[in-house]
């Protein structure tokens, strides 16, 4: 009795696993193009980044770092979102035109020339107060 039980069992498993190679046998799965993985690889950098950033604000003013720490991992992210930014420019991913993001892009320039670090940060810090923003509007609604 308990040999069939543990058969049927097997057999069941067996029959779950294989259920979802069955049923899609034939299927073409669409892959991905370089490009298209390259652009989606820099927007979730970007974004995590940039969530990383609006975190380290959060501990900075909720007490859970000392404002020399705030500092030094900002300046460390920040550092990071310049060389992400960088890679999107390289790459031609640069926003659609009207965008903000694009009028920022257009009168940053280079990282290295005057005044170009201090309008990507300018940019970064804009869309930091977005996902602020968004992030508060979300705890509100989750709340109501």
């Known amino acids: 009795m308990i040999v069939a ?12 696993v294989l259920a979802p190679l069955i049923q899609l046998r034939g ?24 969530r990383q950033l609006v975190d380290l604000d959060f501990d900075r003013d ?3 770092i000392s404002a020399e720490d705030h500092a030094r991992m900002r300046e460390e992210t920040m550092s990071d979102v310049l060389n992400v930014l960088a890679e999107e420019e390289r790459l ?10 694009a ?13 170009g670090a201090a ?6 810090e804009k869309m930091i107060e977005e996902m602020k923003k968004r992030r508060a509007a979300s705890v509100e609604g989750s709340q109501a």
Do not use: W
């Not at 640069?94 to 903000?100: I, L, N, T």
């Not at 009028?103 to 005044?115: D, I, L, R, V």
């Not at 309008?119 to 970064?124: E, K, N, R, Y």
């Open 103 to 115: 009028a920022a892009t257009a009168t940053m320039g280079t990282a290295a020339s005057p005044g």
């Open 119 to 124: 309008a990507i940060s300018d940019h970064v």
């Open 92 to 101: 031609g991913l640069a926003p659609a035109k009207g965008s903000p993001a």
């Open 5 to 16: 039980l543990q058969l049927l069992l097997l057999v069941l498993v067996g029959a779950f």
């Open 62 to 64: 909720s007490g859970k």
């Open 27 to 50: 299927q073409r799965i669409e892959r991905e193009t370089a490009s298209a993985n390259q652009h989606r690889n820099v927007d979730e950098r970007k974004s995590r980044l940039y």
